[in-house]
């Protein structure tokens, strides 16, 4: 509660303090009044120049122009009112000395102008005696010469009378004794003196006017308020003093409260902070124990750590390593704080190292990455730094901690593993490549069975042949030569016609039976060539990428296992949609779905049904061709979803386990997947093979990694 009223007052007495700065100060005064003063000066002395002016003691004007910039410096002074002034009064102070800038703007344009009419009118009064003592030189003793010099005389007496006096009176006599002088114009229009006297008469009219113009602006200049505008100033700062001096008064009392107040919570506060600062002196004293048991207990476990620690000050210089981390790198302790460490890491990683942790200290980030220590025996060491942020009580960079974990042995496997996935993968082509040799012998041998009939057919009929009737009918021909008339005669040669003919009909028929099969001999040997031929086009080396119809290869693939699938009993059904070419490596996916229609036959043969059948789809979805194998077989039990397409596992006895695994791995080079789906046991199943139809994942034949395969495998039966 004590604070909370401390701050109350210290509030209010700032308050009240802030309003007592705004009160009269006697500085602020002095520097406004002499600004006034200044101004009150310079408009009197104006209202004198003004006043000599008008009666032509005034040989300059450069004091009105001095005038105008004294007066503008005075009201730009005037501009800084003191603090005191309130903001009512500063407004109506600074609106009377915008008003009274005008007005000096505006006079000094009429003084502008006085000028200048003044200038003329100067010019024609020195000209006008001149005028006349030119005239009266010419006149002669004409009676119209001496009428001419008196009037001259008169105009010129009339106007330096005009000119020393205000009276309008005497602008009339000017008037009137330009009368005689027009008269004379109009009695001698072509006379001698004809254009002095309308010069003299122009003289004396412009300075008439002159005269009226210079007596209009004075007045002008005269009744300009600047003086009203600056008493009005002087009576709004003696109001604005006045009310600043009333104020103070009300101020200083309040303060002098307050601050009463204030020393009464202070001496009670001083008591309170006396017990407060004894608590705090013990709380400190157990806080530094208990941080003192902490730091221990940090260096024992970061001593008993089985990985590499280390701590860094704000600028990244290290100021602690455990011994596990002096183990890995083989640097000691002490060599390594500051920036020793760096001599610890493999050369070839050491300019990346050093970028990193500059760019981790600069930014006050954590450091996650992988590099070498290169160790005095000369051994190297893979590790994984890791770093995270130490900030200080105000969430400053205090510096970083972090570990050191010695990956060498993890990296060397993961290499031999990836050397084994490598040679499994070369396996499984060449178990793939026998499956396919079995298939492809199965159908030769198919084949040949059928070579086998047809040559046994031709063998018995020519061992029954009867072609050696005929060399009996020759031998007997050539016993009869001597008499062939008289053999042909008897019983026994009109017989001999008809045997030859039933020779020559039997002959045809066997003719055309050997002919037949012969025919069907060759077929067969044909078959056998196409089937060798299509075994060596897709047992050449894997990896070359071709554009081909995904609906041939299907049809490859199902004549690969055509004979299996006959001798199963198993029935195909088709149906291909229009798929555009695709670029893949296609002994890839030849091996894909060899694998794929052989386990589907096998399902079929074990389920021991009747109707066994297997149907093949080929269509397109969006950015991929897919092809999908079907069977009515045994189906997949939903435990064994999972794990279809993991290495090593299979339902079959003869099975080996990774047909299915290297298929999906495939796939997933390829840049497609292949996954499976099943009812349950009995309900059949289906594996769809999906390849996008333009992927740059196609173009490169590399296996993936073992981290890659592994990835990809738990994707295709997620």
């Not at 705090?280 to 476990?301: D, I, K, N, Y």
């Not at 001593?303 to 790198?329: E, K, L, R």
């Not at 030849?590 to 389920?607: F, G, H, T, W």
Request: hydrophobic fraction near 40%; glycine fraction near 8%; aromatic fraction near 6%.
């Amino acid at each position: 509660m004590k604070p909370l009223i401390a701050l109350v007052v210290v509030l209010s007495i700032a308050v009240v303090a802030t309003l007592a700065m705004r009160t009269y100060t006697a500085g602020g005064e002095e520097r406004f009044q002499a600004s006034l003063w200044q101004a009150k000066q310079l408009d009197g002395n104006f209202k004198q120049d003004l006043l000599r002016m008008r009666f032509s003691l005034l040989s300059t004007y450069d004091n009105f122009e001095a005038n105008k910039q004294a007066m503008h410096e005075a009201l730009d002074g005037l501009q800084s009112l003191p603090a005191f002034v309130s903001d009512g009064g500063r407004s109506r102070i600074l609106a009377a000395l915008q008003r009274e800038a005008s007005l000096i703007d505006q006079r000094s344009q009429l003084v502008e102008r006085f000028k200048s009419q003044n200038a003329v009118v100067t010019n024609s009064r020195r000209y006008l005696p001149i005028a006349v003592g030119e005239l009266q030189s010419r006149l002669g003793k004409s009676a119209a010469d001496i009428e001419l010099g008196r009037a001259t005389a008169e105009l010129s007496r009339v106007m330096l009378i005009s000119l020393s006096n205000n009276d309008a009176d005497l602008d009339v006599l000017v008037n009137d004794a330009t009368m005689p002088l027009r008269a004379w114009l109009e009695r001698h229009p072509q006379g001698r003196d004809v254009s002095a006297v309308r010069t003299l008469l122009r003289h004396a009219r412009t300075l008439l006017t002159g005269k009226a113009r210079l007596e209009s602006l004075t007045a002008e200049l005269v009744s300009l308020p600047t003086t009203e505008v600056i008493e009005q100033l002087s009576g709004l700062y003696e109001h604005e003093v006045s009310a600043s001096l009333g104020r103070a008064r009300s101020y200083r009392t309040a303060l002098y409260g307050v601050g009463g107040l204030l020393m009464v919570l202070v001496l009670g506060t001083l008591l309170g902070l006396r017990a407060t600062n004894a608590r705090l002196e013990q709380r400190v004293l157990e806080r530094t124990h208990a941080l003192a048991g902490s730091e221990m207990r940090f260096r024992t476990l970061a001593t008993a750590a089985p990985i590499g620690i280390f701590q860094t000050d704000a600028q990244g210089q290290v100021i602690y390593t455990n011994p596990h981390w002096s183990a890995i790198s083989g640097m000691p302790a002490e060599a390594a704080l500051g920036e020793g460490w760096h001599i610890a890491v493999h050369p070839a990683d050491a300019a990346s190292v050093r970028e990193t942790w500059a760019a981790t200290a600069r930014e006050g980030t954590g450091v996650d990455r992988e590099f070498r220590f290169l160790r005095p025996d000369g051994t190297e060491r893979i590790v994984h730094a890791r770093s995270a942020v130490v900030r200080d009580e105000r969430s400053g960079i205090a510096g970083h901690v972090g570990t050191i974990e010695d990956i060498t042995e993890r990296r060397r496997s993961e290499l031999r593993l990836k050397e084994a996935h490598q040679r499994l993968l070369e396996t499984s082509r060449f178990a793939g490549m026998a499956e396919i040799a079995t298939n492809v012998l199965h159908n030769v041998g198919n084949v040949l069975n059928s070579v086998n009939v047809s040559a046994n057919l031709v063998l018995d009929a020519l061992k029954n042949s009867r072609t050696a009737g005929f060399a009996r009918v020759a031998t007997l021909l050539r016993e009869q030569r001597a008499d062939l008339p008289g053999f042909f005669a008897s019983e026994r040669g009109r017989q001999l016609p008809d045997y030859v003919a039933q020779l020559a009909d039997y002959q045809g028929k066997e003719q055309e039976t050997l002919i037949g099969e012969v025919g069907l001999l060759r077929q067969n040997i044909d078959h056998i060539k196409e089937i060798v031929a299509m075994q060596q086009t897709y047992a050449k080396v894997a990896g070359v990428i071709e554009t081909v119809d995904l609906g041939e290869l299907v049809e490859d693939s199902l004549r690969m296992n055509i004979g299996a699938l006959a001798r199963h009993q198993v029935a195909l059904e088709r149906a291909f949609e229009p798929v555009p070419p695709i670029t893949l490596d296609k002994h890839k996916v030849l091996q894909i779905l060899v694998n794929l229609v052989r386990n589907a036959k096998y399902a079929c043969d074990e389920s021991n049904r009747t109707d066994r059948k297997v149907t093949l789809r080929v269509w397109r979805d969006g950015a991929n061709a897919c092809v999908a194998v079907s069977d009515n077989g045994v189906g997949i039990a939903p435990e064994n979803m999972a794990r279809l397409f993991r290495h090593g596992f299979t339902t079959r006895k003869l099975g080996h386990g990774f047909g299915l695994h290297s298929g999906a791995l495939a796939a997933k080079e390829m840049g497609g997947r292949l996954h499976a789906h099943s009812d349950g046991p009995g309900a059949g199943a289906t594996f769809t093979l999906e390849l996008p139809l333009n992927n740059s994942n196609n173009s490169s034949p590399h296996p993936p990694t073992p981290a890659a395969a592994d990835a990809g495998s738990e994707a295709v039966h997620a």
